[in-house]
């Protein structure tokens, strides 16, 4: 399976932006690369997902390498709602879309 | 759309004793996830189904654990005999297609005395 690297913790102030990266050197050409986050005491919830293009929605914004082997997810604004772990995964057309979670990247939003 | 229901939230049960979390994935959707997570561990995969189907149970811990879906409503995984080690929360996660989004259930916290 196709692994991926994200930094262990991450810091940010409040109303900054907050750019997390996320490493998928082994990433096959139909792996969709989805970001989902943690809050405290609740189940991951989905935040952005995407295989090529850039995309952006209402939560985040998430950049795509142009070999797709690293991403990065973008919070334009961190509010202290968003600290939580943010986990990096890849999502594959294969093995009927077996999708493993690393450790992903501890968020911390300062005010 | 209730989203993923799991039940039951929270479970306290003493060491040998079966336990059984089950879970009701989002109408529609053909996967479905069991995840357990720990501190010392993080989120591990545990088995996913695809249309009913086990695909992969190498996340299994050992044979005390086991989980089925009888249908494409319902699923459930079962601990016999359950050991404190097994305390965790447990996620149950749905989703319509090998790459659409996973959305997952509020969780059942298990506790093993």
């Known amino acids: 399976d196709a692994k991926t690297t994200q930094p262990n913790s991450m810091e940010s102030n409040e109303e900054e932006p907050v750019h997390l990266p996320c490493n998928h050197s082994?990433?096959?050409?139909?792996?969709?690369i989805h970001w989902y986050r943690q809050l405290p005491s609740q189940g991951p919830e989905y935040v952005i997902h995407?295989?090529?293009s850039n995309v952006n929605n209402r939560m985040a914004s998430l950049a795509i390498a142009e070999d797709r082997k690293s991403s990065t997810l973008i919070l334009h604004r961190a509010t202290l709602r968003d600290a939580a772990v943010y986990y990096c995964?890849?999502?594959?057309?294969?093995?009927?879309?077996?999708?493993?979670f690393g450790d992903g990247t501890t968020l911390t939003v300062k005010p | 759309d209730a989203g993923v229901i799991q039940s039951p939230r929270h479970e306290v049960t003493e060491m040998g004793q079966e336990v059984t979390l089950r879970c009701k994935p989002i109408?529609?959707?053909?996967?479905l996830f069991w995840y357990r997570q720990t501190m010392m561990r993080g989120l591990e995969l545990l088995i996913y189904?695809?249309?009913?189907?086990?695909?992969?149970d190498s996340g299994m811990p050992e044979d005390r654990f086991s989980a089925k879906m009888p249908n494409a409503s319902f699923s459930t995984l079962k601990i016999q005999p359950s050991e404190p080690r097994d305390s965790a929360v447990y996620f149950c996660?749905?989703?319509?297609?090998?790459?659409?989004?996973?959305?997952f259930g509020s969780g059942t916290q298990l506790s093993v005395l």
């Open positions: 996660a749905s989703r319509a297609d090998r790459v659409e989004k996973l959305f």
């Open positions: 082994t990433i096959s050409g139909t792996d969709y």
């Open positions: 995407g295989l090529t």
């Open positions: 995964i890849l999502c594959t057309n294969t093995n009927a879309g077996k999708s493993t």
């Open positions: 109408s529609g959707h053909n996967s």
């Open positions: 189904f695809n249309n009913n189907v086990p695909i992969d």
